[in-house]
């Protein structure tokens, strides 16, 4: 299994502003995602945050609002840029087990509010 | 590309009562089933998963999952529900010998289970 910390665990943010949110794994792993878990609603994934190379995004997300880094196979950031109150949410960082069995690890995840 | 459906945005049981969560999915090839629950405040757990031989599975806390080829189903059942089972319950999928991709989640369901 892998243990994943994440911080801020909750933030509170004005309007324009930008947030950077660090995601620690206790192991190396090869894949790391970022999700969005908005009110009420399921797991979007953002991107794949890839080591040594540009994140992979998802439809719908680009780098300019969401650039991630991932200069090694412990750590990753994500960056909430230019906020606006449609991104309040919760950020979560996932990573796959080394297994073959596709088992994901979560997080705690940060709550983001916009104001 | 796999996608996943929960049918109950909302249940709502009495404690004692059975629960059965359903989930399909659309995808015509070999498949890896999970279920997660997030109690509130909680990050994502497993609950339990699904990846070959019998179709009924065991997870932690008493929950079990029936797979079910022909109706592309992965229903959640527990025989008798506590207070403490409130929770965000995920249905997720990934297709088989996908790589390294990450797994595709349903809405979710929220269980409210009461006194």
């Known amino acids: 299994s892998a243990v994943i910390s994440q911080k801020p665990s909750r933030d509170i943010c004005q309007r324009g502003t930008s947030l950077t949110i660090q995601c620690q794994v206790d192991s190396q792993v090869t894949m790391m995602f970022w999700y969005r878990q908005q009110p009420g609603q399921s797991l979007t994934l953002i991107a794949t945050?890839?080591?040594?190379?540009?994140?992979?995004?998802e439809s719908g997300f680009v780098i300019d609002k969401f650039p991630i880094s991932r200069p090694n196979l412990t750590f990753s950031t994500l960056t909430v840029s230019n906020m606006s109150p449609e991104d309040s949410s919760i950020y979560l960082c996932?990573?796959?087990?080394?297994?073959?069995?596709?088992?994901?690890?979560f997080g705690p995840g940060t709550r983001l509010t916009v104001l | 590309a796999q996608s996943v459906s929960q049918h109950n945005h909302h249940v709502i049981l009495s404690e004692a009562a059975s629960l059965e969560l359903g989930c399909n999915y659309s995808?015509?090839?070999?498949?890896?089933l999970f279920w997660y629950v997030q109690y509130p405040g909680q990050h994502l757990q497993l609950l339990l998963k699904?990846?070959?031989?019998?179709?009924l599975v065991k997870g932690i806390k008493g929950f079990e999952a029936e797979f079910i080829k022909s109706k592309f189903s992965f229903n959640l059942r527990k025989p008798s529900v506590q207070w403490s089972d409130t929770a965000e319950y995920f249905c997720?999928?990934?297709?088989?010998?996908?790589?390294?991709?990450?797994?595709?989640f349903g809405k979710g369901t929220r269980l409210s289970v009461i006194a």
């Open positions: 699904y990846f070959s031989g019998d179709p």
């Open positions: 997720a999928v990934i297709a088989r010998n996908s790589g390294n991709t990450p797994l595709v």
């Open positions: 996932s990573v796959l087990g080394t297994g073959w069995d596709n088992e994901q690890f």
């Open positions: 945050a890839n080591q040594g190379s540009e994140a992979t995004y």
């Open positions: 995808y015509g090839g070999t498949v890896n």
